[in-house]
């Protein structure tokens, strides 16, 4: 099973336990209830995963070219043409974290 199948089940099974009231999303605040944070974060997650972004949206090939990078701020972004349709969408990528970080 991939990586990407493996996820596909995890974002199912915290929906499913989530939707059968299985997982709290409230704090002891009733104010504070993080329900859309997490049907969010999940709607955003299965969007993700339903992608093949190693194809082209268009015709679903594997073979494409992609312009240089545009770096603005913490978002980076490219153009990429599909080199069989010669359909062609910008793919961006907005930084998310650092780990790992050991000091020299």
Not at 25 to 39: E, F, I, R, V, W
Not at 76 to 101: H, K, L, M, P
Request: with cysteine.
């Amino acid at each position: 099973m991939t990586t990407k199948e493996q996820l596909k089940m995890l974002v199912e099974l915290i929906r499913t336990l989530w939707e059968e009231g299985r997982i709290q999303t409230s704090h002891d605040d009733p104010a504070k209830d993080d329900g859309p944070l997490l049907n969010s974060f999940l709607e955003s997650m299965e969007e993700i995963l339903s992608c093949d972004n190693a194809k082209c949206p268009v015709c679903g090939y594997d073979d494409f070219d992609g312009a240089p990078w545009d770096l603005n701020g913490s978002e980076a972004s490219q153009t990429v043409t599909c080199n069989n349709c010669g359909s062609s969408w910008d793919e961006v990528y907005i930084f998310a974290r650092r780990e790992n970080i050991t000091k020299g």
